[in-house]
Nanobody, 128 residues
């Protein structure tokens, strides 16, 4: 079992930056592909960014490409999401997720049903 705890959310003005972190604990030996998703009020949870277990491959949703960057520190069991030039439409609860047995070192995952573990989420609010 793996526990994921997100942190770093908050209130920021449009154009500002935040850095989200997600620390994994529990049975963290082995390798996990990681991802970030978000859910705005009244909307479905959507994909934001993903990274392979090696950290060598990343993928970002078109809506955040060029503004957000996902990164992985396996030594610290931590995945981060650097968010720059934030917009009001980025307001949501942000969740990190982990996929066990991720296969090839360069593979990342973009679908919710591909992930096995989820954090509780951290709120990000961007004011205009």
């Amino acid at each position: 079992q793996v526990q994921l705890v997100e942190s770093g959310g908050g209130l920021v003005q449009a154009g500002g930056s935040l850095r989200l972190s997600c620390v994994a604990s529990g049975r963290t030996f082995g390798s996990y592909a990681m991802g970030w998703f978000r859910q705005a009020p009244g909307k479905e949870r959507e994909f934001v960014a993903a990274i392979s277990w090696s950290g060598g491959s990343t993928y970002h949703a078109d809506s955040v490409k060029g503004r957000f960057t996902i990164s992985l520190d396996n030594a610290k069991n931590t995945v981060s999401l650097q968010m720059n030039n934030l917009k009001p439409e980025d307001t949501a609860v942000y969740y990190c997720a982990a996929k066990r047995f991720p296969g090839y070192s360069g593979t990342y995952y973009t679908r919710r049903d591909e992930y096995d573990y989820w954090g509780q989420g951290t709120q990000v609010t961007v004011s205009s």
